[in-house]
């Protein structure tokens, strides 16, 4: 399966995409996920893409692009894959096509988490991610078991520089701006699907999981 998980900053994208990692044992490809492991590691795609990050921008197109498309050509793609924060723009979904049309792969489905404005800033503020496994959690709606301690593996958790409430403002609206035509894109297409995002997260876990069943046959 080739799958897009698509929403708005904070709607649960990486939360879920986790889960359907283990339930149908192919790859997340989270774009952001790579810029932060680039930034941290200072290299050169790291410095591109830290000031855009860091102000809540896209990173530009050329970059993104480039980066998925290497990501895609690995063998471990061949089986099928859930892109996570990928395409975030027009031009970044017909760059998509492209690319999978060179490997000859189709999109399978898009999946898009539904969450209303008004709930994303609270979630991404309370967000922390642990430092050593990734593994995400929220100080209200998904607390670990101790306080800032990943339950996975025991390390310390922290807070995404761009999870404050300013930055949110503006990836809401590079969101409003950009992202959310995708949704008319992939209707048109015929591969999308919506899930309400408000629920809690094994049932959203379970809905996403439900419509891939039907669409596996
Ligand atoms: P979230 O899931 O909260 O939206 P991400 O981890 O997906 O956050 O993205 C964090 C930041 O990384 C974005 O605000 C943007 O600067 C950059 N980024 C991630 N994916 C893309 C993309 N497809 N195109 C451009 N920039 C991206
Ligand atoms: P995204 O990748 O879309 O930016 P995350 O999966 O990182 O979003 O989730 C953002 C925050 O919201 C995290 O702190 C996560 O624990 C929390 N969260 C995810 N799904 C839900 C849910 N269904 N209900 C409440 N909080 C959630
Ligand atoms: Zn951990």
């Known amino acids: 399966m080739q799958l ?4 708005p900053p904070g709607a649960g994208k990486g939360t879920q995409a986790v889960k359907l990692v283990e339930k149908f044992k192919i790859p997340q ?11 941290k ?8 893409a830290k000031a855009c990050m860091e102000s809540g921008k896209l990173v530009p ?11 895609l050509s690995q063998d471990d793609c061949k089986g099928g894959f859930i892109l996570d924060g990928f395409p975030r723009n027009v031009e970044q ?4 096509e492209k690319i999978l049309d060179e490997l000859n792969l189709k999109l399978t489905k898009v999946l898009n988490i539904h969450v209303p404005a008004a709930d994303l800033i609270e979630r991404a503020v309370g967000r922390r991610v642990c430092k050593n496994c ?11 078991k101790v306080e800032n301690v990943c339950d996975n593996c025991g390390e310390n958790l922290y807070q995404r520089a ?4 300013e930055t949110m403002k503006n990836r809401l609206s590079v969101y409003e701006e950009s992202t959310r ?3 008319d894109y992939y209707e048109k297409i015929g591969l999308y699907t919506e899930i309400d995002g408000r629920q809690p997260i094994d049932k959203v876990t379970e809905e996403l999981e439900n419509v891939l069943y039907s669409v596996k046959e």
């Open 4 to 7: 897009l998980l698509m929403g």
């Open 29 to 39: 490809i989270s774009t952001g996920d790579m810029f932060r492991a680039a930034v």
């Open 41 to 48: 590691a200072g290299t050169e795609l790291g410095k591109k």
């Open 61 to 71: 197109d050329e970059v993104t692009i480039g980066i998925v498309r290497e990501r």
């Open 93 to 96: 979904a017909k760059a998509l």
């Open 134 to 144: 990734g593994a995400t959690y929220h100080v209200k709606f998904n607390a670990p």
């Open 162 to 165: 761009d999870d404050n409430e």
């Open 181 to 183: 035509p995708l949704i």
